[in-house]
């Protein structure tokens, strides 16, 4: 088994990151209700209209990603689904990359 090396909240992880591991991460915690239909009970709509169903609207909302998910660890709400610092981190740092899909 790999140990995972936790970081302090706000620091970035090392290195570029693949789009592939911010869309896993996105899948995991945050499409429930982030989707143009919301599987998450109580969600009839996206909240605030924010989806993650494209490459492109993952790009267009990576700064509201960074100050919901990343700075303030407001989303997921309640940190329902247990998103881990490091996921936070490897979010973080693929937005200050430039949140490229490709």
Known sequence: ??????????ETAKGPVAFATVQATLNKHCVMCHSPTPTHRGYPAPPGGVVFDTPEHIAEFAPRIFERAVASHGMPLGDETGMTDNERATLGAWI???????
């Open 96 to 102: 200050k990359a430039g949140a490229k899909t490709q």
């Open 1 to 10: 088994m790999i140990a995972t090396q936790v970081r302090p909240a706000g």
